[in-house]
């Protein structure tokens, strides 16, 4: 589903009004309108903000809702597929920093929640594989001509 549709879900679920939502994430109601149009897709501040006040995560606004805890990771799984130690991980979230994952904090609060991305996690784990075995070199050229000499 889009965000725009799952959008629509939550807010539908929530009971929560075009207008509310729009006051509540301190935007205007066209703002709000042009995200459940499909025309404008929120920036991933935007996501996390309303994602807050419909009790949800901007994971669920992106990609729809989950069922139970198939596909996710925890902090300490990735560390172990990735060989990456939890600290660096985190820190790398909350930086974006890391292609697999994101941390947010839910309005009001001082902690992080962390979102692990489970084929964006095999994926970085094979690009490093692929450059430990050797089977990703550096490409060097030299560029054409000589750039010895006096220029005319």
């Given at each position: 589903?889009?965000?725009?549709?799952?959008?629509?879900?939550?807010?539908?679920?929530?009971?929560?009004?075009?207008?509310?939502?729009?006051?509540?994430?301190?935007?205007?109601?066209?703002?709000?309108?042009?995200?459940?149009?499909?025309?404008?897709?929120?920036?991933d501040a935007?996501?996390?903000?309303l994602a807050?006040?419909?009790?949800?995560?901007?994971?669920?606004?992106?990609?729809?809702?989950?069922?139970?805890?198939?596909?996710?990771?925890?902090?300490?799984?990735?560390?172990?597929?990735?060989?990456?130690?939890?600290?660096?991980?985190?820190?790398?979230?909350?930086?974006?920093?890391?292609?697999?994952?994101?941390?947010?904090?839910r309005p009001?609060?001082?902690?992080?929640?962390?979102?692990?991305?489970?084929?964006?996690?095999?994926?970085?784990?094979?690009?490093?594989?692929?450059?430990?075995?050797?089977?990703?070199?550096?490409?060097?050229?030299?560029?054409?001509?000589?750039?010895?000499?006096?220029?005319?």
């Amino acid at each position: 589903m889009s965000i725009a549709a799952n959008l629509r879900r939550a807010m539908d679920e929530k009971g929560i009004s075009t207008a509310t939502l729009a006051a509540q994430i301190d935007a205007d109601a066209s703002s709000i309108r042009k995200y459940l149009s499909g025309k404008v897709r929120p920036a991933d501040a935007v996501l996390a903000r309303l994602a807050g006040v419909l009790g949800i995560t901007p994971e669920e606004l992106k990609y729809g809702k989950q069922e139970g805890r198939i596909g996710q990771l925890t902090t300490d799984e990735v560390a172990r597929i990735t060989g990456i130690d939890p600290l660096s991980l985190r820190i790398g979230c909350q930086r974006g920093l890391w292609p697999f994952g994101t941390a947010y904090k839910r309005p009001g609060s001082s902690r992080y929640t962390y979102i692990y991305y489970p084929a964006e996690v095999m994926k970085f784990t094979a690009d490093l594989k692929a450059v430990a075995g050797g089977r990703v070199h550096e490409i060097t050229e030299s560029l054409p001509g000589s750039f010895s000499g006096a220029v005319n």
